[in-house]
């Protein structure tokens, strides 16, 4: 006999999006039935995710604080020709973490070993059967090629590493870019979750989006070895490969889709040149969250909107990845990167939480370019 269950909002894909907008909808509208259904084993698959102090509001900020595992006052960054240490706090949420404060807030209403086979804008069927009527659906469930934007991939592969001796870190390191450039603008991303904890991640901006795992683990045991360090233990591992946005028509975007609400990358909701998708994730949960109309029509239509309205005003960060990815010679591009954090801390902060000025954009421009002229010029206004 076929399971047969109701709700109000069924969100699909249990990863970040989802999830925090099942969180926030269960703490502001308790009233609401909202169950949440993941394919894998856990919520959040196997990911840790991080973001600036700068990037979320005090409110936002305040209502993230349970899934925040570790939490920093400034970080560092490395290149050939610079290396300084910026004074912004940085936090991490781990899926973990993650997985356990969703389970103990949403109870029986957090389905996990849950894959989805059939879903529209108020029906959802599983793989065992179990047939899912809702006021409204919302896929979460991660990003799909699209004809209508052009992307650059930020792809990587971390461990997170139990180590002999104390690593000596005491603040991360999130572009270690003094490493041999290969495929890309190559970095390490280092995160010191303890003394003797670390997350050490090989990371490519890349024009292919093919990741080779096995050559990623040599290279960070290689890094690690020439940092001293002897490795007890490898806890775990993760890899992943992100969109960065080079441009596009996201009005096509949106009209290729069906009329089912979607979130996260689904819904094209990311920094478009850091790859960062938690703050993103926060503005969307509370956007859903604050609405008194949840019908499947409305909820289209709000997160539809403020795609495109997202993804119009930041143009110049896909202008700045044009200029990383089109202008600049793979192995040249960290120059991009090195140049602009000659910045001063503040311009930087705006940078990563997509607040820039018009005083800003030009101040990042400014100065000798670190790419080709030519090259430069023909890439600024290719949008389309």
């Given amino acids: 006999m076929t399971e047969e269950l109701s709700c109000d909002i069924a969100l699909v894909g249990g990863g970040l999006a989802n999830g925090l907008i099942a969180y926030r909808l269960r703490v502001l509208r308790p009233d609401l039935v909202v169950r949440l259904f993941e394919a894998g084993e856990t919520f959040g698959g196997n990911h840790t995710w991080s973001f600036h102090d700068g990037d979320l509001t005090p409110e936002e900020q305040a209502w993230i604080e349970p899934f925040v595992v570790h939490r920093w006052p400034s970080y560092e960054v490395r290149f050939p020709g610079r290396r300084r240490l910026i004074g912004s706090g940085y936090r991490s949420v781990t899926s973990e973490r993650f997985h356990n404060v969703l389970s103990e807030c949403l109870g ?41 934007l052009r992307l650059g991939h930020q792809k990587f592969l971390g461990r997170e590493l139990e180590l002999a001796a104390p690593h000596g870190l005491a603040h991360p390191i999130i572009m270690d870019a003094t490493v041999p450039q290969e495929d890309g603008y190559r970095f390490v991303y280092l995160l010191p979750f303890s003394e003797t904890r670390l997350l050490v991640e090989d990371t490519y901006y890349a024009d292919g989006e093919a990741l080779d795992a096995s050559a990623l683990r040599e290279r960070i045991e290689a890094y690690v070895e020439r940092a001293g360090w002897q490795v007890r233990q490898v806890v775990r591992e993760e890899s992943g490969v992100l969109p960065i946005a080079l441009s596009g028509d996201i ?12 979130s996260g990358l689904a819904a094209a909701l990311f920094h478009p040149t850091t790859g960062y998708s938690l703050p993103d994730a926060v503005r969307l949960a509370d956007l859903i969250a604050r609405q008194s109309d949840l019908s499947p029509a409305a909820l289209f239509a709000l997160v539809r909107a403020h795609s495109i309205e997202t993804w119009r005003r930041r143009g110049y960060f896909r202008m700045l990845n044009r200029m990383l990815f089109l202008a600049a010679e793979p192995q040249e591009r960290y120059r991009i990167l090195e140049h602009f954090h000659r910045l001063p801390d503040p311009l930087i902060g705006r940078f990563y939480a997509g607040r820039l000025s018009l005083v800003d954009k030009g101040r990042i421009l400014s100065g000798r370019p670190p790419v080709p002229v030519g090259r430069a010029l023909r890439v600024l206004a290719a949008e389309g």
């Fill in 251 to 262: 009005v096509a975007f949106w009209n290729d889709r069906r009329d089912v609400p979607a």
């Fill in 108 to 148: 029986p209403a957090a389905h996990t070993r849950a894959p989805a086979v059939e879903l529209s804008r108020q029906f959802l069927r599983l793989e065992d059967g179990c047939e899912i009527t809702a006021g409204a659906v919302i896929d979460g469930r991660g990003h799909a090629p699209s004809p209508h």
